[in-house]
């Protein structure tokens, strides 16, 4: 099988690679289920995806392979994304957002998805949905003015740090310590696990400021690139991700000023909570739009591959393999947009992200495995230029999703406790 090229696998030329980069779908919105616009969207957002499918195609498809061999996106696609508007869409133009809303951002989401890199849109969605929405909604007027707004122009690079080496889903176990001093604290110990880690300008850490256990004593504090004793210890490699940073952070003896605290003191639990839905939402979005780029890819293949004489379409192993994909794309799209109407119209909606979440992840692995079973040895052999290694990203970029933003386990347990047990 090796060797074999795009032409001879049959493989139709729009969903080939047209500068070394990765395919796209002319009309990925709708374009299966045929529905076209689906609530909470507006015809008002379709210029905005659009505009950022065009971008994305033209500054970050081409260089996806690249990105990956590197272990590294530059940060000038920061910047790049910043000149488009992209990196504040729904910050108030006052800090040189766009003064749109989350429904701006989830375009953003889901086109970026179309690079065909988990590790960009995890970069980026670090800073864009994980980082800076605390900085707008806990932070202060200075505080905004100083991270909020170069960060929205892409000149500072944000990241969340909660996650250390003792502690992950348990986040009330922190132990990252700020012992209170003359002036603000001064920081003691470590992160893991960190996107973004290793190029922020600042990172929005959990730290532990009172002896009190549980969530009562939690804070954030700015931490800022250049602090005495805040150092990237180590730069983690992964299965998947590869064009993102993950970081270890090391802390010791980091004085941190008073104006670097970001909301009230022992009152972190909160901030975290309050991030988790749109984090969950956004992983969410992003894996229903690999799942419908997988699902076309997988239809197209499976359309123009013929073995025994037709196509493999045709054989209803795989047909019904590609019936059930559609399934659990639908269900999953189905379960995320009900989220995030809720969301949107400022409901509770901690029950429905929890499952879309839950739903979203698992069913983009198994997506994603079906994508490579279906393409055979082209899907595991780059066989095809910018198909087959975007399927092979797909496996394991999509992977992390029923880990990251807790984990398949904790969504039960959420849901579990929601129904009283
Ligand atoms: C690539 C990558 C990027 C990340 N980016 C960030 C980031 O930017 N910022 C950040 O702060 N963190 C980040 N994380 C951390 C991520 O949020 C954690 O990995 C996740 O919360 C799980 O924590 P853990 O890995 O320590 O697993 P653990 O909590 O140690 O869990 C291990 C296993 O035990 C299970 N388990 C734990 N508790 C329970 C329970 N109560 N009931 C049942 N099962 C349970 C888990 O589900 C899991 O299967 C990232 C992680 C990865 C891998």
């Not at 500054?59 to 990105?67: C, G, I, N």
């Not at 076309?296 to 192993?317: D, H, M, T, V």
């Not at 997506?367 to 040895?377: E, N, P, R, S, Y």
């Not at 198909?387 to 990251?404: E, K, Y």
Request: proline fraction near 4%.
């Amino acid at each position: 099988m090796s060797g074999v090229g795009a032409g001879e696998m049959g493989y139709p030329p729009s969903l080939g690679n047209r500068s070394g980069g990765n395919p796209i779908s002319p009309a990925r919105h709708g374009a299966v289920n045929g529905r076209g616009l689906e609530p909470p969207f507006k015809e008002s957002h379709e210029a905005l995806r659009v505009s950022i499918r065009a971008f994305v195609e033209r500054e970050l498809a081409p260089y996806a392979d690249q990105w990956e061999d590197d272990r590294w996106f530059p940060n000038e696609v920061f910047e790049k994304l910043a000149a488009e508007g992209l990196l504040g869409l729904k910050y108030p133009g006052e800090y040189g957002g766009e003064g749109g809303d989350y429904l701006d951002d989830a375009v953003l989401i889901e086109e970026l998805s179309g690079c065909g890199s988990g590790g960009v849109a995890a970069g980026v969605g670090a800073h864009v949905n994980i980082a800076t929405p605390p900085i707008f909604k806990f932070g202060t007027e200075e505080q905004k003015q100083r991270f909020l707004v170069p960060a929205i122009k892409g000149e500072k690079i944000a990241a969340l740090g909660i996650t250390e080496p003792g502690t992950g889903s348990d986040v009330a176990g922190i132990r990252t310590h700020a012992k209170r001093v003359e002036g603000g604290w001064v920081v003691n110990g470590s992160k893991t696990f960190i996107t973004g880690g290793v190029r922020a300008d600042v990172v929005v850490t959990a730290v532990k400021t009172s002896p009190e256990g549980g969530h009562g004593g939690l804070s954030f504090l700015l931490v800022e690139k250049g602090m005495e004793g805040f150092t990237v210890s180590k730069k983690l490699e992964k299965l998947g991700w590869h064009a993102s940073d993950t970081a270890e952070l090391a802390f010791q003896d980091v004085f941190v000023p008073d104006e670097n605290l970001l909301g009230e003191e022992n009152r972190g639990f909160y901030l975290i909570m309050a991030n988790f839905q749109w984090e969950r939402i956004a992983m969410a979005l992003g894996a229903v739009a690999a799942m419908q780029r997988l699902l076309e890819q997988s239809i197209s293949y499976a359309n123009e591959r013929e073995q025994f004489g037709r196509p493999i379409g045709k054989l209803q192993a795989i047909r019904h393999k590609i019936a059930h994909m559609a399934v659990k794309l639908e269900a999953s799209r189905a379960l995320t947009y009900h989220s995030l109407r809720l969301f949107h119209d400022g409901q509770d909606a901690i029950r429905e992200v929890t499952m879309a979440k839950l739903l979203s992840q698992r069913a983009a692995c198994e997506v994603a495995d079906d994508a490579l079973q279906i393409h055979g040895g082209a899907g595991y052999v780059d066989a095809i230029p910018g198909v087959s290694s975007s399927i092979q990203r797909a496996v394991r970029d999509l992977r992390l999703g029923p880990i990251g933003g807790g984990t398949d386990e904790v969504m039960r347990e959420i849901l579990g406790r929601q129904m009283g047990l």
